[in-house]
């Protein structure tokens, strides 16, 4: 397993943040996400540092669906980023955060009456107008809480990039923004910038998620520039923003080469210095939106083994006390994970197992078929790279509790998130009257 910031062998046990994960098990228990805060902190840096301009404002908005909680809030204002949010559950969690609502901005293909008044009334930064149905309703909002808003509209510039067909989100028919290609999205445009509720701010366009192919983001850039350039000219309006999204890949195993997010950014400002100026187009700010890239690998789940299983088919299954229900990515895209045993990092005998979860699900699996350090019951398994889309994905399937998150820096643990517990489970349950 790659060691990602701060994790180090302290004499064959792990430790992350300076503290041993055989610690960390024992004070919280297993599962247990553990988020290294340095590296998120890193991360956040390298962001802000590297994609700055002395040509335009530039803005780093954290996509929280990646990972939510009130102290992912707390590092974002922080470090002066802005932050997403999808649905009335994400807004009112950071909401209850206490950060600043202008650092907000609003996201959704089907924004409900609900969500858009909550924007409004929380007075968040921007609103995302996913497509045209959305205009009269918003507008509608505003109107009867005598508000204001700022929006951008989300455009699907149709390029394909290169990852999971799931997670493919800009092909022509993709369920995300209005096209391009489409002539009506003048009359769109028209539309929102004639609306006396909405302030018109510029476009947004989001090409998929987990993307390794730096291309498809220049691709991106230059469409992003010629589309704002047109709809500009042809209704006479200056058009000040443009947000670029997210999907900035990272490493999870080795058949993936991540994207480097220093030199990367420096790219992209080049890239938009060089375009705006060819293109000879004023614009005032560009955002972009990372989630995955900023606490993906600073995130890793401890699971304690049960035991080790050979069929008589001749898998050999490693058991863990977590699955699917905290990481349901490798069920749901494939998705693949290195791991390692954490508190024997110097096992040297290894032997190919698939480490399956504890949910009444074959597909239940979190690794297939990999050599893993040997392992008996009690031993400590550490999958790595779980910080995104994970916690955020996760479900009480078979009555299985969310584990705790735990934040870890400079030897010290700060508990995130609490473990759910089985009164949790029940609270909303009520007996019926029939
Ligand atoms: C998911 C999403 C992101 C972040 O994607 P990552 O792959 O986590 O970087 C950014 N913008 C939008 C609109 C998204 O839906």
Known sequence: MRFFGTMRDENGVLSIGGIKVTELAQRYGTPLYIMDQELIEENMRKYKENFRSEKFKTQIVYASKAFLAKAMCQLVERYDMDIDAVSGGELYTIKASGIDMQRVHMHGNNKSIDELEMCVEYGIGSIIIDNELEIDNLSEVCKRKEKKIKALLRINIGIDAHTHEYIKTSKHSSKFGESIFDEKIVDIVEKIVKDKNIEFLGFHCHIGSQIFDTKAFHEGIETMILETKRISKLLGVKIPEINLGGGFGVYYTENDVEVDIENFMRSMIEHLEASLE?????????????????????????YTVGGVKQTYGGIKYMFIDGGMTDNIRPALYQAEYEATIANRLDGEEKEVVTVA??????????????????????????????????????????????????????????????????????????????
């Not at 990999?370 to 008996?376: F, S």
């Not at 009555?399 to 089985?422: D, M, Q, T, Y």
């Open 278 to 302: 060819k293109y000879n187009l004023d614009i005032e700010k560009v955002s972009i939106e990372p989630g995955r890239s900023i606490v993906g690998n600073a995130g890793s789940t401890l």
């Open 357 to 434: 979860g504890k949910c009444c699900e074959s597909g239940d699996l979190i690794i297939k078929e990999k050599a893993l350090p040997k392992a008996e019951r009690g031993d400590l398994l550490l999958v790595s790279t779980t910080g995104a889309y994970g916690y955020s994905m996760s479900s009480n399937y078979n009555k299985i509790v969310r584990p705790a998150v735990v934040f870890v820096k400079n030897g010290k643990c700060s508990l995130a998130i609490r473990r759910e517990s089985l009164e949790d489970l029940v609270k909303n349950d009520l007996a019926i009257e029939l």
